[in-house]
């Protein structure tokens, strides 16, 4: 994966002109489309003070699951434990919310703002096994890129 391209990417979209959402969703847009084995890219956020969290914007198909408890599924326990979590194999994994049969693995990184995990990058994938550490080093950039917009009217 061509992460210097991606990451400089980003960049432009994080620079630009537009609201932070227009910008989150934009980031959704062109990982899902640029990154062949990214099909479902979105943004959660913790849902005010409440213990869960929300979804903000994604790409990719509908799901039902636009509020999710902490400690409930991959998203759920990374809001908890503040650490990247990489599911190669969700058939393997107990406490995971399905997004439909075609999802065989996901990635989820936090984003952390002065240090507190405001939310996170989620990204499901139809392939079993497609994740390396050049997706952890672009979705961590992602993040910490995010964590620069004004995003205090979305959290
Ligand atoms: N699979 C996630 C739920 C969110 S969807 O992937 C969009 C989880 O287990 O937390």
């Excluded at 908890?80 to 599911?87: A, G, K, L, T």
């Excluded at 999802?103 to 096994?129: A, M, R, W, Y």
């Excluded at 997706?135 to 979305?154: A, G, R, W, Y």
Aim: some cysteine; hydrophobic content about 35%; overall charge negative.
């Amino acid at each position: 994966m061509p992460v210097k391209i991606h990451k400089e990417k980003i960049i432009n979209i994080i620079d630009n002109n537009g609201t932070p959402e227009e910008k989150l969703q934009k980031i959704c847009d062109y990982l899902k489309q640029e990154v062949r084995y990214y099909d479902w890219v979105g943004f959660y956020f913790r849902n005010g003070n409440k213990e869960e969290l929300k979804l903000n914007c994604f790409a990719g198909e509908p799901t039902t699951h636009i509020i999710i408890p902490f400690g409930k599924g991959i998203c759920g326990q990374v809001a908890n434990s503040n650490e990247n979590f990489i599911v190669q194999d969700v058939s393997q994994q107990d406490n995971y919310i399905s997004c439909g049969w075609q999802v065989k693995s996901e990635i989820v990184i936090p984003i952390f703002i002065d240090g507190q995990n405001i939310g996170q990058i989620d990204v499901d994938s139809h392939t079993l096994n497609p994740f390396t550490e050049k997706d952890t080093e672009l979705l961590e950039f992602v993040c910490q890129e995010v964590s620069k917009l004004n995003l205090i009217p979305i959290v």
